[in-house]
């Protein structure tokens, strides 16, 4: 990999270094000749898509983001020997307390709905979607374009995962009737199409040293700004004051409190069809859930 990495950006590699935290790709701080640092993760060749669907994201992002909130550049994608190598700048994050992460979360919660307001109804078709599939963690994420937020939450998002439960011998109770609902349940949210980051929780994000906040490891389309802090929900969650900060610049539509535990169900599946039969015992209490209680 380092003759690879020394091609593409023209300096030589003096040190490089595993670093934990992942469980699809490997990670690596490299150390280059002019000071700088990159940030570098590798796979199979055959996890290149991932890759690109990943730069193509952080991209996107890059387009609507403040100042505020920093998305970690693409610098070099491709394959060194058998080796998928995506490239990104280098975020030196900070272990923030007290009062200055609170209020640091505060501003990343702003600039995440900054990010949101900028790019409402741009999407390029118009509607909810994406110009091409990409991936949730490790799992591929079909997207296409829909024209009804509810149709394609069903049909893109829920149908897939509830099929592939199946496929495993796990088919969840109720998946049929789930997805005849669920455009009803959203036919009255005429949510605004945005950029989202579509994998937004605490562990694609944190707090730098300068104070700006940074989301990374996108699963970006154009959908419900809510999903995005639906997920910030899951999985520990942000702090409070991330959520005060969104909703101080944009605050969320009448009923978004009821929509999270439906946007959450997709997030549970994916972890059930990657992880195991814990997540679907989840996602199983949240459909029964939301059949009884509707959304």
């Not at 937020?149 to 829920?158: S, Y």
Request: with cysteine.
């Amino acid at each position: 990999m380092q003759a690879w990495v020394e091609q593409q950006l023209g300096c030589d590699v003096v040190a490089q270094a595993p670093l934990g935290g992942g469980c699809i790709h490997q990670a690596w701080r490299l150390n280059l000749a002019d000071g700088r640092s990159v940030f570098a993760k590798t796979n199979a060749a055959a996890a290149l898509p991932m890759f690109e669907a990943e730069r193509n994201g952080l991209k996107q992002l890059a387009k609507h983001a403040p100042a505020a909130l920093v998305i970690p550049e693409p610098l070099a994608l491709g394959v060194a020997n058998d080796r998928a190598v995506l490239l990104l700048s280098w975020l030196e994050l900070a272990d923030l307390s007290g009062v200055a992460a609170e209020s640091a979360w505060f501003q990343c919660g702003q600039a995440l709905a900054q990010l949101h307001r900028s790019s409402a109804g741009s999407s390029p078709a118009l509607g909810y979607g994406a110009l091409a599939d990409n991936f949730i963690g490790s799992a591929p994420q079909p997207n296409g374009w829909r024209s009804d937020w509810g149709v394609f939450f069903a049909e893109c998002r829920l149908a897939p995962q509830l099929a592939w439960a199946a496929s495993r011998g796990e088919a969840l109770q109720g998946a049929r009737q789930l997805l005849e609902l669920v455009p009803q349940w959203l036919s009255g949210h005429h949510c605004e199409p945005a950029l989202v980051h579509g994998d937004l929780w605490c562990g694609n994000a944190g707090l730098l040293t300068n104070g700006r906040g940074t989301i990374f490891d996108p699963a970006s389309f154009w959908g419900d700004r809510e999903v995005d802090l639906a997920m910030g929900q899951l999985f520990g969650g942000f702090p409070t004051a991330f959520f005060r900060g969104y909703e101080n610049v944009w605050p969320l539509e009448s009923g978004a409190k009821g929509r999270v535990a439906l946007y959450n169900v997709y997030h549970l599946l994916n972890h059930a069809n990657l992880f195991g039969s814990v997540w679907g015992s989840q996602a199983q209490a949240s459909i029964n859930q939301l059949l009884i209680q509707g959304c």
